[in-house]
């Protein structure tokens, strides 16, 4: 029996965007797909570094492909969009559930393929960042690159007059202390009142478990910014390709 040698490719992340190996081979004009599906079965095909087989799923923008030795050359167009997430949409492209997603608001508008930077959860709307740029993506969400996300919030009042000084201190949650870089009440109308804040952390619900833990539940949340890019007047639902200057700017909140 042949030794199978290939390497174990359990950890090889697989991204959103990502189709079968042969129709990304297909579109670079490698050949037809079934003669790309003979070069994966006979070992010609490496992803990442690793031998492929039959099934495997690749996204040129990401994966490092090559055919008998010769690098694939993907002619990849980098874009940078900005969309206002309407309320109860769902933060994929392909939601197995049948959700609506942000495929359904993209569209045909993009010619290449494009996928979210961090997230916001069905309840949330606001700001989300779409890009094919892996290596900014992955540092506008890196924690360590601390960059900052503000959001609008509608929750429970009144609010005390020391609430920004507990939250900019710190506040225990389950998974960690948490502080906000800024908090302000923004208005208050009976017992709701509207309050911003500001801050660097990224983790699952942390705007709404943050306020549940100091009692002031949220029943909206908008996120108004992610550095240095605004949601500004962006209509519910609606896509905008970011500027230059916007993009130099997230290069260079991130040190680039």
Known sequence: ????????????????????????????????????????FRRRVTVNGRVAQLGDKADPAHDVIHVDGERLQADVRLVYVAMNKPRGVVTTMADEKGRTELADFIGARLEQRVYHVGRLDADSEGLLLLTNDGTLAHKLMHPSYEVLKTYLAEVAGPIPRNLGKRLTAGVELEDGPVKVDSF?????LGKTAQVELTLHEGRKHIVRRLMDEVGHPVSRLIRTSIGPIKLGDLRTGRLRRLTNAEVAALFKAVGD
């Not at 990502?18 to 079934?34: C, P, T, Y």
């Not at 302000?184 to 208050?188: F, L």
């Open 184 to 188: 302000r009440v923004v208005g208050t």
């Open 1 to 40: 029996m042949r030794r199978d040698d290939r390497a174990p490719k359990p950890d090889a992340p697989v991204y959103e965007g990502a189709e079968r190996l042969q129709k990304v081979l297909a579109a670079a004009g490698v050949g037809s797909r079934r003669a790309c599906e003979d070069l994966i």
